[in-house]
Each structure stands twice: as structure tokens, then as C-alpha cells.
């Protein structure tokens, strides 16, 4: 397993980067969440309206899954950043590129893995 070595600056770098990624995307769930609360709170009646309001409910509901789940990946890369298992591919055990990393720090796969996951799926 080829284990990226990286200096005090360059995990700094990765943590500010994830720091950064965690705060907005708090910042779009504590929005989607009033959004979301706002839709639901709308008065019932008019049919085309409480359709609308029930698609827009069900978008925003979905965004929200998506948007906790890449917060648990920036947690998990955090712990890895801790750990000294970052930049380390989960599937091959190959060294993830520094670009792939600042591009997405909280990624679990190098490129070519990740493209061989997204074809299976």
C-alpha cells in the first residue's frame, strides 16, 4: 500500500479544505431546512399548488439526504487525515493524485477506481 506522505503544511491544507467544504454545506442544510419547513408550512387548498409544494418538499428532502451523506464523507476524511489514511485509495491501496484531493478532499477512491465504481453501479 503506497501511503502519501504529507508535512505539517500540506495537512493543513487538506484540513482548512475540509473545514471549508463542512461549513458550507451546513450553511445549504440549515437553508434547505427552512426552505423545506416553509413548503410544509403553506396553507392546503389549491390542487396545484399543494402538487407543487409536495414536488418541491420531496427535491429538497432528497438534496438534504445527499447533503448529510457527503458530510459524514468530510467527517470520515477527517478521521483519515488523523489517522494517516488519507490520500490513500480504499479500493487498490494506491496513492490518490493531490489533484484529485484538493479537487475533493473527502474522496474514498483514486480515479480510476471511482470510475470503475460509478460503471458497476
Known sequence: MARPRFDDD????????????????LHTVAVTDEELGGVSASEPGELADESARRAVAELLDQLEGREHHELDEIQAATVRLKTGNFGVCEACGAAITLARLRAMPWTRRCLGCQAQEERRL
Do not use: S, W
Open 10 to 25: 500540506r495537512i493543513g491544507e487538506f484540513r482548512q479544505l475540509l473545514m471549508e467544504a463542512r461549513g458550507r454545506l
